[in-house]
């Protein structure tokens, strides 16, 4: 058994084991919608000037194989526990209007989950301001939470990224964010829930006791 520790430092990965172990140890915070963040880089993106229809604004068109998700519901599950807006985005690939959504401008620290099914995204330690209007990162947690899907629609190509867990929608990554990745997550607020750092913490800490309990079960 590993020390409390050293499984705390590997917050990332045991947040998706903990998702296939059981529904016990999703993130079960409740709904936190608040805003701020820090402006680290204010050049606005290219799409910015387009507003709703810019590349960040149009729905997306891939088909996601839902086949191998660990997290699954029936549509009529999902519309239950998604606000309608959460599903246009998350469950139909919709997308929601620039400025207008909860997290564009949050400049708290913390970590944004999946609204979906509570796997840990994004780092607000990523986050910058894209001038787009929506939350913008320019790194994943742990790229084995996120899967990517090339879109050709609306004669562009783009990059779809949906959550590896769910299969939930979450925006696209295009190739001209800032230093040091040169990415940018264009992600829906929609599709995500923001957690304080101090309590995401203790989460961390609480999933990983109990991962650890029940492996040494085993
Ligand atoms: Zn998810």
Redesign the pocket.
Known sequence: MLPLSKLASRAGRLALLAVALSPLFLFAASPVMNSKDSPKNPAPAACATDGPLSACGLPSKVVIDMSHRK?HHTDAEWRAILTPQQYSVMREQGTEPPFRNAYWDNHQDGVYV?A??G?PLFDSRQKFDSGTGWPSFWQVIDPAFIEEQTDHSYGMTRVEVH?A??G?HLGHVFDDGPDPTGLRYCINSASLKFIPRAEYDAWVKKTAAAAAAVAAKH
Do not use: D, I, L, Q
Request: glycine share 12%.
């Open positions: 997290v999946c979906g099914c796997t959550c867990v769910c939930a």
